[in-house]
Each structure stands twice: as C-alpha cells, then as structure tokens.
C-alpha cells in the first residue's frame, strides 16, 4: 500500500517544478513527501524544509551527532522514509560515518560511541518515546554538552519528529533512495 494521498508528479508553479528538477537530480527521484505534502502545501512545507536546514548549518554540534541523533529517532519513531533518507545522506556524503551509523542499533555498548554520545542517544530515544526526560537522563547529557547544544539536541530530536509524523500521517514509506543510489555506483564502477 502507497501513500493515502496521490503522489502529484507535476506539480504547480515554477517554484515547485524547480524543487522537482533539483531533487529529481541530486536524488534520481522526487521524493514522495515532496510530491504528496509540499505539493499540495508548499508555501508550509518547503518554508518549513528550507527554516530546518539553514538552522541545522548553524548548529554548534558536529554533523555526525546531529546526523545520529536525527537517525535514532526516526527509528524510535519507525519512519522509514527518514531512516532511508539519512542512510542515503550518510551514504553520498559522509561515507566516513557509515561504521557508526549502522551500529546505532547498539549504541548502547558499540566501542565506536564515547560516553557523551550515548548520552545524547539515550536522552533522543527517552525524549522522542515519552515526550518527557527524566532529571538523572539530562544530567548525564549536561556532564558532556553545553546549554546551548542541549538546546540543539532537543531542536534536532523535535524537528525530526515533525518529518517522521508527516509521513506517517500520510503513510509515506521507503522511497529507496539507498538502493537507487547503489545502482547508479554500481553502473558507475562497471563504467
């Protein structure tokens, strides 16, 4: 079963058809929230899309924690248009963290996570399942990061629940974008 409501494959306004275009050749695709949401409501979504990456470039945290910690709670959350969508980014653009990202499911006792790490995890995962956090969780985290990168944390762990609720609400899945992309690097090699 796809998404509820009808993928739009050409959209309205120019705006939109250049998103289109511009996704369509970073990605291979159009992505399937853009085409059902955005579409549909672009002034909300694209807004909203451009306001979160331009604050998460001026984020004080490394990419690589901001990066896991938008991972862990997508899969807290089982969004698996984000999950395959991080998986892609890391993929494409930081092939060095791929070791620790596939061993976020074991973050917990992977010697590739320093105890800092783990403590933004663990705060990500008991924040995004209770919506609360208990003192002794945040005063693990404030031993290792700064007030405004705990700030940051819970910016990253609730705007990712945002995407994660969209797609869910509209039963948005996988658009593959991990398996596109090892085809077009597998045809690369054999070029």
């Excluded at 079963?1 to 959209?11: A, D, R, T």
């Excluded at 002034?43 to 979160?52: D, G, T, V, Y």
């Excluded at 690589?64 to 969004?79: D, G």
Aim: glycine share 4%; proline share 6%; hydrophobic share 40%.
């Amino acid at each position: 079963m796809g998404p509820y409501l009808q993928p739009i494959e050409k959209p309205h306004g120019l705006r939109l058809r250049l998103v289109y275009w511009l996704t369509r050749r970073m990605l291979g695709k159009v992505p399937t929230p853009l085409k059902v949401g955005s579409a549909r409501m672009p002034f909300a979504f694209l807004s909203w899309n451009f306001k979160i990456s331009r604050l998460d470039k001026k984020l004080e945290l490394p990419q690589a924690t901001a990066q896991f910690i938008r991972e862990i709670v997508s899969r807290t959350n089982a969004c698996l248009f984000c999950m395959d969508s991080q998986r892609w980014f890391v993929l494409n653009k930081a092939p060095e963290n791929l070791a620790k990202f596939d061993a976020l499911p074991e973050y917990e006792t992977s010697p590739l996570f320093t105890e800092g790490e783990r403590a933004a995890l663990d705060y990500a995962v008991e924040l995004t399942r209770t919506k609360h956090v208990e003192p002794e969780t945040f005063e693990r985290l404030a031993r290792f990061y700064s007030e405004r990168e705990i700030c940051e944390i819970a910016w990253i762990v609730a705007s990712e629940h945002v995407y994660n609720i969209q797609n869910h609400a509209a039963n948005i899945g996988s658009d593959g974008l991990c398996e596109l992309s090892s085809r077009e690097r597998s045809s690369t090699l054999r070029a």
